[in-house]
C-alpha cells in the first residue's frame, strides 16, 4: 500500500491485520487469574496493565512500518502528529478492567480517521474472537467466521429498550452518571454495563443491545464501535451535535429521537 493512500477498505485491511496480531499477543501474554495492575491513570480504579502497554508497542510499530507517515493516538502513549492527514485511533485493550478480573469483555480497537470522518474501524473482543469491521460509506460487518454484514434491526418500543451503559473512573463523574442512570432504568427494559465502549457499540451495531448512552468517553473508546453502529444504521448523537466527550447516545433511527429525549430528560 502507498503510504499516502486513504482508501477506507485499504485502511480497515491494515487494522484488521494489526489488530488480530495484537488480540493475539494479549490472548499469549494474559497469565492464568488476576492480571497485576502496572499503573493507575486518572484515578485510582484506572488501571493499566504491562499488557496494554505492550499490545500498543505493538499497533504502533506496525502501523508506523506500513503507514510512516500517519499520526497516532492511542490510549497508553503519546500522540504523533502526522504528515499524510490520517490518524489512528486505537484502545489497546478496551475494557481493561475486565482484562484484569477475566470477565471475557475486552477488546482491541483500531480506527483510522481523516479530520473528523473516521475512513475505517475494527473491533476484536479478544476473549471469544468475535470481530468487527466498517468503511465509511461501505457498511458494517462481522469479520470473524463467515464475514458477513451486519444491520442494526428494528426497534421495540421506547419501554422496551436494552440500553448498554458504562460509566468513567472519576468518582464525581460516576455519582453524576449513577443518577442519571437511576432516572433512566424505570423507563426502559432494562440497563447493561458490559465494561468495554467499543463492544457496547458493536452490540448497538448488531442489536444485541437496543440502544446506548455514555459520557466521558475518549477518542479511542468510540472511533471504531462508533463507526461500526453507524455503518450498520444506527444513529450516534452528543448532546448537542456530534458525539463528543459530553456524551455519546445511539440508537436505530426509528427510536433514536424518542430515545435520544429521554437521555436528556434524565439529565445526561
Ligand atoms: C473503558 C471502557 C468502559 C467505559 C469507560 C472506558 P478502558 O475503557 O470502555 O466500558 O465505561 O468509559 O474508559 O479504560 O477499559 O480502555
Redesign the pocket.
Known sequence: MSPATAEPQALLDLAVEVGREAAALVRRLRPEGRVPVADTKSSAT??VTAI?RASEELIRARVAAARPDDGFLG?EGDTLVGTSGVEWVV?P???????MYGVPA?AVSIAARRGDDVLAGFVVNVADGREWGATLGGGAFRLDGTPHRITTPAPPPLTHLLVA?????DPQVRAAQGEAVTRLLPQVRDVR????????LCALAEGTVDAYV?Q???P??LAAGGLVATEAGAVLSGLDGPPDRRLVMGAHPDVAPEYFALVRACGF
Not at 451503559?165 to 473512573?169: A, L, N, R
Not at 454495563?193 to 457496547?200: K, S
Open positions: 484506572d488501571p496494554d490510549e484502545d485493550i478496551d475494557g481493561t478492567v475486565n482484562f475486552y451503559t458504562g460509566f468513567g473512573y454495563r458490559i465494561g468495554a465502549a467499543a463492544l457496547d455514555e466521558g468517553l475518549h479511542w473508546d
